[in-house]
Structures are given as structure tokens and as C-alpha cells.
């Protein structure tokens, strides 16, 4: 890269201290040379900008702003155009108050649904937060602001979370932990990435070079600049030399530590310039940054609203939901209804600018049906329940369960909570349960409840939203950007987390989410991708065209709403490949689309699958492999409810492996330039025998399994057949 103009006229102090922070939210400036200091704030579901005392645990207060729903509820949307505009709306709020980077999002994936700051995240599906972790990007960074994609990577838990090393295999880090950071990069670049507190494979990722500019700048060409996460850099001299531009928040001794090294030639001049040329490119970008900066308060409270629509996930429903107008009284039950649930704790934790109470908002919506209102989960709200003709529970985990710094230790909801569900089994009226929940949990009371509406962390519009769902003003249409387990036991990484306090093991691979469920063949609670609505929806005339070569293909297909209700309904596209090299998931998403439909109206859908949606990390070859062969592409309206399924063919590419001497002979005969040769000489062996087998391998399987798996030069110690070793030899030695 080339070195920002005014490198050549800073001093070495100077340089120093423009890689750490002024303040806890502010970069260093120049002033002599004219460069401001530019601020930056959490976060990435409401603007967190504190202006006495500063904190990134969300202990002090910040200024109020709009608090829209967190991560994992907007996830279940799946729709790249809501996240936009809500990143842009971040962004005026950002700007309104001289915020130049606001710090997210935040694509981590969910390794295990006890992750601390799961609500935070968007999903366990790569491809999914990657497309949302880029919408909100565009929409952020349109308006003028920078975002700060965080935190990379494999930050999966926060036990231990500052020191903790993720053991993972590369495989699982290209397929699993870092595609979501890759796609935002490469389709929206981020003026910032924040890497992650823990170490990967022993290294902090606040001075890992594989990490910071081999994968992030050299292959994905990612030109930000990258931000230590609150207190990550462990090394700062370290740190710079990995990638590490900017340390934050400040550090009293970081400046002297870099000059020291730099004196002492542990550090290059050429790693430091290049580190400030960031800081001093990052502060180009804000300082040129235009757009608006006046708050329509009310038309960001409404974006909330709609936002929280879209992200609640009606989960089941035998004809509960939704609520008539009138009638006999509605029974409401639990805190949550007038003290609702809606963000997380930590330093995403914003002020509200307003807040929409459940119990107001239904009020509201109901003015012709009396709401009988219990607080508590007791014996006279029991008596209620059961005698009532529609009751709605409140459920959802306490406030002090879900936060930034510490994972949740179990997926149950609390005990007064489950108990009072399990009291009003028996009753004359239909139960609709609401949960209010940033993270899966277990609902012992899905048996026996008519409907579950799964409202997550709503933002301050959630009550509202709610309302406008419970009455069908709205029909839900969420799908989920997670799975919902039947049991703790069941989960991916039950018995390799959060580890011994120093690693963690991520021995189950790439098989996190639904890709561990399907490939062990476990019941859920509810899969990946579920979620109804208030009509029916019909799939119809898939289409595909297939571009073999290229390993491309378009996806067409009809979807008809069959109900009576308008609704939208989201349609994901999985690959699946029977047949690989390697294990690969039973099937992937790689492609979704949400189409609004009034009832009786069709819609044709289309939708494009690139070549990565076939392909997949191979370590032998170190990059991505899209096999020969054929595939299936399924159109879903859950991971577990494909609605139409094609198989294709692609032509792919041969895997070309190391070879050696001892490598399977099923493997050399692979090869393309060296198969064709050993096969000529095997041919001959035996009188033609083994020629034979090869041609027709039904003749007898087991044998030429057998034979396929010999390494090449154990095959002259098989006595009684005359396999050519020296030519088999030669072959090898020139490969
Ligand atoms: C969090 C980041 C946050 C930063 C600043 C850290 O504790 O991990 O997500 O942006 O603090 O508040």
C-alpha cells in the first residue's frame, strides 16, 4: 500500500501515539497538522454514546436513542433490505451525535445457544449473517458512518473470553467462523474491523498476521482499518507488526512500548507507517463523510416497530393466534408484559428514547375486549388462565441471564415460569405463549400451549409490534436464524465448552447448528428456518439452469399464498452433496428470499447460487474445491420442510493431491496426470485380472476397495499378482 501524504511529517512520538486512542471513545488527532480526532461508539442494535462516564461493560448511562431489536431478532427477518435501513437510521443517530465509526456488527456464530451474547449475533449459518452483517454495513456506512465489524474471529463464548484459545482446524475456520466476516468485506468494506479478545490455535487475534493480513487483507482485500477490540492487545509492538493498526481505548504505555521497539528493531518502520497510514485514512473517511445528521425520532421508533414485526417467529399455532377483536376478556399474565425484555446487557446496552409496553400496546389494540391483567405467576393468575377463553403468558429469561462477559449455564426458562405454565395445562380456552429471550432456551410447555410466539429482544418498539401481531394487524412471518434445542445434551459443543480456562477444543468440526442436529440425526425443538404465518403458502415449478463450468446456477421457483391472510413468506435454498471427498453437512444454506404475498396472489422467485455454494475448504489443496458430480438443490421453507428438490450436475475440478510414495493407490489413480499411467500399469497385472476389476469394479467391490486403498509401493509385496513395481516406482519419483 502506499503511505498516507502526512506519515512523511509526523515524528516517531507522534506516530506512536496515533496507533492508541485519546480517550476511551476518541482517536488521537494532530492538530498542528490539522488532523481532528474523530470518536467512535457502540453499538450495533442502538447508539451508546456516553459522555460522562465511560464504560464498555454497560455500566454507566449514554444518551438516549432509538433501541431497535438486537441481532438475533432481526436475523429471523431475513430481509437484507430491513437491516439496511435500520444501519442507516443507526447511522443518522450516530452522526446526530458527532459519531464517526459505530462499533458493529457483530457476525460471530453461534457455536453453543449458551453463548453470553448470542442475542448480539445473527445466526449459526455463516451464509445468513454474513448477507445481514453486509446489509446493515451498507446501510450504515451510506449514511455517512463507519462500521466496525466485529469481532474477528471464533469469538464464540465469552468465558475466559480476553485469553481463552479457540483450537480449531482451518477447515472449520474458512467454512464455519469466518465466511459471515468474509462476505461483509468483500461486498459492503468496512471502514473497520474489531478483532476479537481470545487467541486462535495459541496466537491473540490482536496479533495474529495469518489472521489480520494474510486472510483479511491479502486474500479478501480488505483496505480499513482494524481495531483492537476494548482492552485486546496483549503486545502492542506485536500487535502493529500482525495488523493490528489502532489499539483502543487509550493506553498510557502503549505509545512508549512501540518506540521502544521501533529503537530496537523489533519493530519495522515500514509496519508502523503503514499502521498510521490507517488511522490517518480512517480519519480522511470521516472527516469527508456526508450525510443527514436530524433525528426523526418517531420515524426510527416506527422503523423499530416494523423491525421487531419481522423479527418475531410464531412458532406454532393450532388456531390461537390471532386474538379476536372482542369478545369474552383476555387474560394476561407475567412481569414482562408491562417490564418487557428488550436488549441485551453489556456494552450494547443503550437508553431508550421511548419504550412500548406489551400490556399498553394490547390495550391499545383491543379497546372492545377487557384485558385482565396478572403480574405474577401465582395461583389467582393460575385460576385465570384456566378459566379463561384466550390467555397470554409472558415468559422469557431474566435480565441478568444474558449479557456480554459470561455465558448462560443452562437453557431454561425460570422456574416460576415453567411451574405456572405446567399448572394451567388443564383449561377451558386457548394459551398463547409470548417468549421474550435474546437466546434459545428449552419450553417444557410447547406440548401444551395453542401457539409460542417467539418475540426475542424486541428493541423499545417490541410491546407494539407485538401487539400488531397477537391481533393480526400483522402476520408473523420469522423465520429462525437459530435452532431451537430439545435439550442441553443435544447441542454441538456440549462437551467441549467453554473448555479448561485456557483452550477450547471445537472438536465437533464444521457440524455446528443444524449442521450437527441433521448430520446425528436429532429431534429439535423447532429446526433452523421454521417459523409460520397467518396464511398457508404453496411452492410450485422449480426451474434450475445450471452453468456446469462455471458452477453457477439460478434457481427458480413459484410460491403461491394459499391462506386468506396477507403474509410474507422466507424461502431458503440449501446444496447438499452426496458425495465428496471429505464429510460436508447433510445440506447448507446458501441462498433465501422473502416474497409478500396477498391472499391468493403467485409470485415467480429467483435466486442466484455462486460458485462458492457448491464448494467447499479442502486441506489438501488449502483453498476451496468444488467437486465433479452431482449435487441437490432444495427449496425450503424450513431446513427440516424442503418443498421441492432438483439434483444437478457440475463439472468441477479434479482434487489434485500431494502424492507420495505411500499414498493410496484409489488416490494416484485420481490424479490426473499420473492416474491414467499407474492405471496403464496395473492393467497389465495379473493377466489382464486387475485391469478388469478396474473397468468393472461391480465384478467384485470389496477387492477393489481393497486394492484402492493399498499405498502405491506396498502393491509389489502382494506376491501373487505381478504388479510392475519399478514402473509403478518411476511413476511416483517423477510425480
Ligand atoms: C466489546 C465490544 C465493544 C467494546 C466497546 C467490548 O467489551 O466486546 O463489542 O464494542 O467493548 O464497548
Known sequence: MTSHPLVTELTDAEKAALCTGASFWELMGVPRLGVPSISVADGPHGLRKQDRIVDNLGIAESKPATCFPTAAAMASSFDSALLERVGAALAVEARAEGVSVLLGPGVNMKRTPLCGRNFEYFSEDPYLAGKLGAAFVRGVQGGGVGASVKHFAANNQESHRMTVSAEVDERTLREIYLPAFETVIREAAPWTVMCAYNRINGTYCAENHWLLSEVLRAEWGFDGLVVSDWLAVNDRAAGIAAGLDLEMPHSPDGPARVLAALESGELDRADLDRAVSRVLELIDRASAATGPSAVDVDAHHELARAAARESAVLLQNSGALPLAAGGAPLVVVGPFA??????????????????????????????????????????????????????????????????????????????????????????????????????????????????????????????????????????????????????????????????????????????????????????????????????????????????????????????????????????????????????????????????????????????????????????????????????????????????????????????????????????????????????????????????????????????????????????????????????????????
Do not use: C
Open 338 to 735: 408491562e417490564t418487557p425484555r428488550f436488549q441485551g446487557a453489556g456494552s450494547s446496552r443503550v437508553v431508550p428514547n421511548r419504550l412500548d409496553t406489551p400490556l399498553a400496546a394490547l390495550r391499545a389494540a383491543f379497546p372492545d375486549r377487557r384485558i385482565d391483567y396478572f403480574a405474577d405467576y401465582d395461583a389467582q393468575a393460575a385460576v385465570a388462565v384456566a378459566g379463561a377463553a384466550d390467555a397470554i403468558v409472558f415468559a422469557g429469561l431474566p435480565e441478568q441471564a444474558e449479557s456480554e462477559g459470561f455465558d448462560r449455564t443452562t437453557l431454561e426458562l425460570p422456574e416460576d415460569q415453567t411451574a405456572f405454565l405446567d399448572r394451567v395445562r388443564e383449561r377451558r380456552g386457548r394459551l398463547t405463549v409470548v417468549v421474550q429471550a435474546g437466546a434459545a432456551v428449552t419450553m417444557p410447555f410447547a406440548a401444551h400451549a395453542d401457539a409460542i410466539l417467539f418475540a426475542w429482544l424486541g428493541g423499545q418498539a417490541g410491546g407494539s409490534a407485538l401487539a400488531d401481531l397477537l391481533s393480526g394487524a400483522h402476520s408473523p412471518s420469522g423465520k429462525l436464524a437459530e435452532t431451537l434445542p430439545l435439550d442441553l445434551r443435544n447441542t454441538p459443543a456440549h462437551t467441549n465448552f467453554p473448555g479448561n480456562g485456557s483452550t477450547v477444543g471445537y472438536h465437533e468440526g464444521i457440524f455446528i447448528g443444524y449442521r450437527w442436529y441433521e448430520a446425528h440425526g436429532l429431534p429439535t425443538a423447532f429446526p433452523f428456518g421454521h417459523g409460520l404465518t397467518y396464511t398457508t403458502f404453496a411452492y410450485s415449478d422449480l426451474d434450475i439452469t445450471v452453468d456446469s463450468a462455471a458452477a453457477t446456477a439460478t434457481v427458480a421457483f413459484t410460491i403461491t399464498n394459499t391462506g386468506s391472510t396477507a403474509a410474507a413468506e422466507i424461502t431458503q435454498i440449501y446444496v447438499a452433496d452426496p458425495e465428496s471427498d471429505l464429510p460436508r453437512p447433510v445440506h447448507e444454506l446458501k441462498g433465501f428470499a422473502r416474497t409478500h404475498l396477498e391472499p391468493g396472489a403467485s409470485r415467480r422467485v429467483t435466486v442466484e447460487l455462486d460458485r462458492r455454494a457448491f464448494a467447499y475448504w479442502h486441506p489438501d489443496r488449502a483453498d476451496w474445491l468444488v467437486e465433479s458430480g452431482e449435487f441437490t438443490i432444495e427449496v425450503g421453507a424450513s431446513s427440516a420442510d424442503i418443498r421441492l428438490s432438483q439434483p444437478i450436475r457440475l463439472d468441477g475440478e479434479p482434487l489434485r493431491r500431494t502424492l507420495t510414495a505411500t499414498s493410496p493407490t484409489g488416490a494416484w489413480l485420481t490424479d490426473p496426470q499420473a492416474g491414467p499411467r499407474v492405471r496403464a500399469v496395473l492393467a497389465e497385472a495379473a493377466d489382464g485380472l486387475v485391469g478388469a476389476l478396474l473397468d468393472n469394479p461391480q465384478l467384485d467391490p470389496g477387492r477393489y476397495e481393497m486394492l484402492l486403498s493399498m499405498p502405491l509401493n506396498r502393491l509389489g509385496r502382494v506376491n501373487s499378482i505381478d504388479f510392475d513395481t519399478r514402473a509403478l516406482a518411476e511413476i511416483a519419483a517423477q510425480h
